[in-house]
């Protein structure tokens, strides 16, 4: 079975350039996460889906940070214009509603904004 | 509100040496305990895990016990390898609302 897919795995660009990560769960879990993880620190929660329902987004810079998950499945996360100080790894999970909770991580994609 | 602290690190430790990584936590209610280890260049993953009090998760040789009474779930492992050099990262997670908590991680580093 797959594992959660990233993509892209790597990404640098100028500040107040647009970028965008896509994510592919695992099949059949309905709840999605994007977190951030900078240098050195634990994951930190950007949004949480429920099925397309964006269920907790408190965290979310929303002036210039955006994501979707039309039909419940892939998602993505948008930032424009990036900032420096969004240079981290994106990591997306997901996981099984009505499981013991855990969570399945993808292999992140890493963000550099020069 | 919901939190988990765990010890700073680095560690550096020679192989087949005991490790132990602190983590204790604070939550509302009764929540579920994990320990999520990272490889380097590679994602979170799950290493182990305990749902209620003085349950204990074990795999690849760690283990971890819930105690409620001292809000803790310590990582232990009794002769580690260098294989095991990695980031590893407490976790909590409340049952109502899929929300998880994670700690800042500890950096391991297994020397031969």
């Known amino acids: 079975e797959a594992g959660v897919v990233q993509s892209p795995r790597y990404k640098i660009i100028e500040k107040k350039q647009p970028v965008a990560f896509w994510c592919n769960p695992i099949?059949?879990?309905?709840?999605l996460y994007w977190y951030r993880q900078n240098l050195g620190q634990g994951p930190e929660l950007l949004i949480r889906y429920e099925n397309e329902e964006a269920v907790d987004d408190s965290q979310l810079p929303k002036d210039r940070f955006s994501a979707e998950r039309l039909k419940g499945v892939d998602s993505t996360l948008k930032i424009q214009p990036a900032e420096l100080g969004d240079s981290a790894v994106y990591l997306c999970?997901?996981?099984?509603?009505?499981?013991?909770?855990?969570?399945?991580f993808g292999e992140g994609s890493r963000l550099t904004v020069l | 509100g919901n939190s988990v602290t765990q010890m700073e690190g680095p560690v550096t430790l020679s192989e087949e040496a005991f490790l132990t990584i602190n983590c204790t936590y604070t939550?509302?209610?009764?929540?579920?305990l994990f320990w999520y280890v990272q490889y380097p260049g590679e994602g979170l993953q799950l290493l182990l895990k305990?749902?209620?009090?003085?349950d204990k998760g074990s795999n690849k040789g760690f283990e971890a016990t819930y105690r409620k009474e001292t809000t803790s779930f310590h990582l232990e492992k009794g002769s580690v390898q260098v294989s095991d050099s990695a980031v590893y990262f407490c976790?909590?997670?409340?049952?109502?609302?899929?929300?998880?908590?994670f700690g800042t991680g500890t950096s391991l580093t297994v020397i031969p």
């Open positions: 099949s059949g879990h309905n709840t």
């Open positions: 999970a997901s996981s099984s509603s009505g499981s013991t909770g855990e969570l399945f």
């Open positions: 976790a909590l997670s409340q049952h109502t609302g899929n929300q998880f908590y």
């Open positions: 939550a509302t209610g009764y929540p579920s």
């Open positions: 305990a749902t209620k009090a003085d």
